[in-house]
Every structure is written in structure tokens, then in C-alpha cells.
């Protein structure tokens, strides 16, 4: 499928607003990243505590902060999710802070007491039923179960327990009111009325946690980039031996430009790096090699059907026959990768905003970087081959009188 055909853009000829373009973003992000200090990581390669919490009503992002720092020490950063799903249209905070222990029950407890004391005063003693496991739910059910005259097998009760947290985890992990329960199955009124005595609904609810220690950071740190490395020298072997070396470096320095800007970017605007945003940055040297080596390939077999012109001319006759391949390849990745940033929720947000400028910033490159890199180099050694080439030995002939004759040497 071709959108243009025999189209003779001069791409060659417009690069130097990209060039530009390119240099000032470089530019740009380099300070950025002196400024703060390198790349803004996350807990993956720093080490920390993440917890997504939800809350019936989440509290200003500031009172969540100021509340953790009572119990918690060191930096603690709090995201605000917006949530429209589900009942009520709960919404959630994204908490990370650093970690004094790596067990992750200790830390989780500590984050849950900070925000117990602050945001579910006066539960009197009662079980949080939105924080309590099926075990918690038993074990405190039972004896007043037996003492109001409703005792239950191990079983009923074990099922019950069950049923409780199935339902709240069908309702994005949140029951607003104990009310809510009365249609769990083995529900009755005397179980019911137990449970109002026994648990509140307290106003947030875990939905996931995670720690890394600092020292598994530091190592998946220098794991991400020895990948990243490895990765663009396996590029370069295999580009220097399917086509010339000048070729691997010219693709190898377009995938470098792509990183650099992304990763400034990432540092412009304040986004952490973790190992979703190495994936996308890995997926990003893949996407835009094979951009780079379909032009490549293009101005190859050009040049072994000795299309006429110079190599100037080959370049863009090669790049103006891939467009349409380009075009459809990278606008298609581009308004995947952009919906995934638009609608993909915060977690997915520094894996998809660096899909979207990688995108955008790989399918330029591989026009207005590699293929000028490539033809500078060329039109370099060919001013080279020109100034070596030795000067013809045949001496030049004056010109001759009218009428005189050529005078003969005799041996």
C-alpha cells in the first residue's frame, strides 16, 4: 500500500531547521540533567516503597504528605490519580517513599498507621474492613459470631470472609458503607448486625505495594544501562557487516541522538525513570534501527542498480520511495503509543510518553540525522580519493605555429 507515490521531496535539503532542532533539544535536556543532578530515578533503581492507594475521598496531596512525614523519614512523594471508574468515581494517591526496612509487611504497616492516624480517627477499636485479609475477617468475626447466637462453621465463616473481600475487590478494592454487605452470600441479619459492631469502612484501601532495596536499585541501575549498551554494539557489528561500517556508525549515532533527547525530556519534565521506561527506550532502539536500515537498505540496492546521479540525489530518491512505508509504520505506532499516554493511567505514563516522543524524534532521525551523516561522510572521502589521485604524467603539447612541422628526434 503506497499514500504517495513518485513523490521528489528534498529532504536532504530541509535538514538543517532538524539539525538545529536537534541540537537545542540535546542542549536542553544535557542542562536539564546537570541541573538536577542526572536522571530522575525511580524506586527500581534507587530503592524505596510504592503504594497505590485508594480512597473514598482522597485527601489534598499535601495532607497525605505531611502525614507520612510524622512517622516516615526522608522523601516521600505523593501522585494524585484521577479515577473515574467504579462506584462513587474513586480516585487514587501514588506513594513513594524511602525504606528504613526492606520487609515489605513492615513497610506497608508503617505507611497504613500514618494514614490511619490521620485519615480514620476514632475507629474505637474496630476492624478496617477495607484493609483486613479473609484470615482477619475470621478470626475476628468468630467468637462474637458464637456470643450473639450466631455461630458458624469453620467453613460458613471462612466462605463468608470470602465473599466479603470478592466484593470488595470487585468494587476497585473500596466498600463505602458496611450496608453494602447485606447481599454477600451468608449474610443474614444477626451476621450483619455482628459485623456493624465488629468493622468500619475505613476511608482508603491498598491496592498494591512494592519495595526494592538500595542495593538491588544500584544493580538493576547498571543492568538497564549495560543492556542499553550492549544493545547499540550488537546494532553496529550487525549494520558494519550487512552494509559498510560507515553505516552502522551513522544508524548507531541517530539511535544515540534519539536516547539523549528522550532521556532529557524525561529530565525537562520531572518523569522518573524505572525499568518500564528502559523497556520503552529498548523498544525505541529497535523501532528506530529498523527505520534507519529500511532507508539504508533502499539507497543499497540503488546504488548496485547504478541509478544516475550523485549521492546526494541517491539518498533522497531513497528516502522519498520509503516514505509512504514510513509514514504508515510510524503513524500507526505514533496514535498506539499516544492513546496508551492519554489514557493509560499514571502507572503506564513514563513507558508511553517515552514511546511518543521516541516515535516522533526516531522517524526524523533516521531522515535528518543518519542519512546526513551518511552522505557527509561520503562526499568526505570522495574529496579524498579526488586529492589522491595522481596527476597524468602526459606532458602538455604548445600549440604550434601555422605551417611548422614537428621536429623528429633521431636515435
Same mark, same amino acid.
Given at each position: &500500500?503506497?499514500?504517495?507515490?513518485?513523490?521528489?521531496?528534498?529532504?536532504?535539503?530541509?535538514?538543517?531547521?532538524?539539525?538545529? /532542532?536537534?541540537?537545542?533539544?540535546?542542549?536542553?535536556?544535557?542542562?536539564?540533567?546537570?541541573?538536577?543532578?542526572?536522571?530522575?530515578?525511580?524506586?527500581?533503581?534507587?530503592?524505596?516503597?510504592?503504594?497505590?492507594?485508594?480512597?473514598?475521598?482522597?485527601?489534598? @496531596?499535601?495532607?497525605?504528605?505531611?502525614?507520612?512525614?510524622?512517622?516516615? #523519614? !526522608?522523601?516521600?512523594?505523593?501522585?494524585?490519580?484521577?479515577?473515574?471508574?467504579?462506584? !462513587?468515581?474513586?480516585?487514587?494517591?501514588?506513594?513513594?517513599?524511602?525504606?528504613?526496612?526492606?520487609?515489605?509487611?513492615?513497610?506497608?504497616?508503617?505507611?497504613?498507621?500514618?494514614? $490511619?492516624?490521620?485519615?480514620? #480517627?476514632?475507629?474505637?477499636?474496630?476492624?478496617?474492613?477495607?484493609?483486613?485479609?479473609?484470615?482477619?475477617?475470621?478470626?475476628?468475626?468468630?467468637?462474637?459470631?458464637?456470643?450473639?447466637?450466631?455461630?458458624?462453621?469453620?467453613?460458613?465463616?471462612?466462605?463468608?470472609?470470602?465473599?466479603?473481600?470478592?466484593?470488595?475487590?470487585?468494587?476497585?478494592?473500596?466498600?463505602?458503607?458496611?450496608?453494602?454487605?447485606?447481599?454477600?452470600?451468608? &449474610?443474614?441479619?444477626?451476621?450483619?448486625?455482628?459485623?456493624? @459492631?465488629?468493622? =468500619?469502612?475505613?476511608?482508603?484501601?491498598?491496592?498494591?505495594?512494592?519495595?526494592?532495596?538500595?542495593?538491588?536499585?544500584?544493580?538493576?541501575?547498571?543492568?538497564?544501562?549495560?543492556?542499553?549498551?550492549? @544493545? /547499540?554494539? %550488537?546494532?553496529?557489528?550487525?549494520?558494519?557487516?550487512? =552494509?559498510?561500517?560507515?553505516?552502522?556508525?551513522?544508524?548507531?549515532?541517530?539511535?544515540?541522538?534519539?536516547?539523549?533527547?528522550?532521556?532529557?525530556? =524525561?529530565?525537562?519534565?520531572?518523569? #522518573?525513570?524505572?525499568?518500564?521506561?528502559?523497556? %520503552?527506550?529498548?523498544?525505541?532502539?529497535?523501532?528506530?534501527?529498523?527505520?534507519?536500515?529500511?532507508?539504508?537498505?533502499?539507497?543499497?540496492? $540503488?546504488?548496485? &542498480?547504478?541509478?544516475?546521479?550523485?549521492?546526494?540525489?541517491?539518498? $533522497?530518491?531513497?528516502?522519498?520511495?520509503? /516514505?509512504?512505508?514510513?509514514?504508515?509504520?510510524?503513524?500507526?505506532?505514533?496514535?498506539?503509543?499516544?492513546?496508551?499516554?492519554?489514557? !493509560?493511567?499514571?502507572?503506564?505514563?513514563? =513507558?508511553?510518553?517515552?514511546?511518543?516522543?521516541?516515535?516522533?524524534?526516531?522517524?526524523?532521525?533516521?531522515?535528518?540525522?543518519?542519512?546526513?551523516?551518511?552522505?557527509?561522510?561520503?562526499?568526505?572521502?570522495?574529496?579524498?580519493?579526488? %586529492?589522491?589521485?595522481?596527476?597524468?604524467?602526459?606532458?602538455?603539447?604548445?600549440?604550434?605555429? @601555422?605551417?611548422?612541422? #614537428?621536429?623528429?628526434?633521431?636515435?
Amino acid at each position: &500500500m503506497e499514500i504517495f507515490k513518485q513523490t521528489n521531496f528534498d529532504f536532504l535539503g530541509k535538514k538543517w531547521p532538524f539539525i538545529i /532542532l536537534s541540537g537545542l533539544l540535546t542542549v536542553a535536556g544535557l542542562l536539564s540533567l546537570w541541573v538536577h543532578g542526572g536522571p530522575r530515578y525511580g524506586i527500581d533503581f534507587t530503592g524505596g516503597a510504592l503504594m497505590d492507594v485508594n480512597f473514598i475521598k482522597r485527601p489534598p @496531596a499535601e495532607a497525605i504528605r505531611s502525614a507520612l512525614h510524622k512517622s516516615i #523519614p !526522608g522523601e516521600i512523594s505523593v501522585q494524585e490519580v484521577s479515577n473515574s471508574q467504579g462506584v !462513587g468515581g474513586s480516585q487514587e494517591a501514588l506513594i513513594t517513599t524511602s525504606v528504613r526496612d526492606e520487609n515489605l509487611q513492615t513497610v506497608r504497616n508503617d505507611i497504613v498507621n500514618a494514614l $490511619n492516624g490521620a485519615f480514620n #480517627p476514632n475507629a474505637g477499636g474496630k476492624l478496617d474492613i477495607n484493609l483486613a485479609s479473609d484470615q482477619d475477617l475470621v478470626n475476628r468475626l468468630r467468637d462474637p459470631l458464637t456470643a450473639a447466637g450466631a455461630a458458624m462453621s469453620d467453613d460458613a465463616i471462612q466462605a463468608l470472609a470470602k465473599g466479603i473481600v470478592d466484593y470488595r475487590t470487585a468494587h476497585s478494592g473500596l466498600i463505602r458503607s458496611i450496608d453494602e454487605l447485606s447481599g454477600v452470600p451468608g &449474610m443474614k441479619p444477626q451476621v450483619m448486625n455482628v459485623l456493624r @459492631a465488629q468493622a =468500619f469502612a475505613g476511608n482508603f484501601a491498598i491496592r498494591s505495594n512494592s519495595v526494592v532495596g538500595p542495593r538491588i536499585g544500584a544493580d538493576l541501575r547498571q543492568q538497564a544501562i549495560n543492556v542499553v549498551l550492549l @544493545a /547499540l554494539g %550488537a546494532m553496529l557489528v550487525y549494520i558494519a557487516f550487512r =552494509f559498510e561500517w560507515i553505516y552502522g556508525v551513522a544508524a548507531v549515532i541517530a539511535v544515540f541522538h534519539d536516547t539523549i533527547i528522550t532521556i532529557g525530556l =524525561f529530565s525537562i519534565f520531572n518523569k #522518573p525513570i524505572d525499568l518500564t521506561v528502559i523497556a %520503552a527506550l529498548l523498544t525505541l532502539v529497535g523501532y528506530s534501527m529498523n527505520d534507519t536500515i529500511v532507508t539504508f537498505d533502499r539507497i543499497r540496492e $540503488n546504488l548496485r &542498480m547504478q541509478v544516475r546521479g550523485s549521492f546526494t540525489q541517491i539518498v $533522497n530518491m531513497s528516502i522519498n520511495q520509503t /516514505l509512504s512505508r514510513t509514514v504508515l509504520t510510524s503513524g500507526l505506532t505514533f496514535l498506539t503509543a499516544l492513546s496508551l499516554f492519554l489514557f !493509560g493511567g499514571q502507572v503506564l505514563n513514563g =513507558f508511553s510518553f517515552a514511546l511518543v516522543v521516541g516515535i516522533i524524534v526516531g522517524t526524523y532521525s533516521s531522515i535528518f540525522i543518519a542519512s546526513p551523516i551518511l552522505v557527509f561522510w561520503m562526499n568526505v572521502s570522495e574529496g579524498r580519493k579526488r %586529492a589522491a589521485r595522481p596527476v597524468s604524467a602526459t606532458p602538455s603539447r604548445a600549440k604550434m605555429p @601555422a605551417g611548422a612541422k #614537428p621536429i623528429r628526434t633521431v636515435k
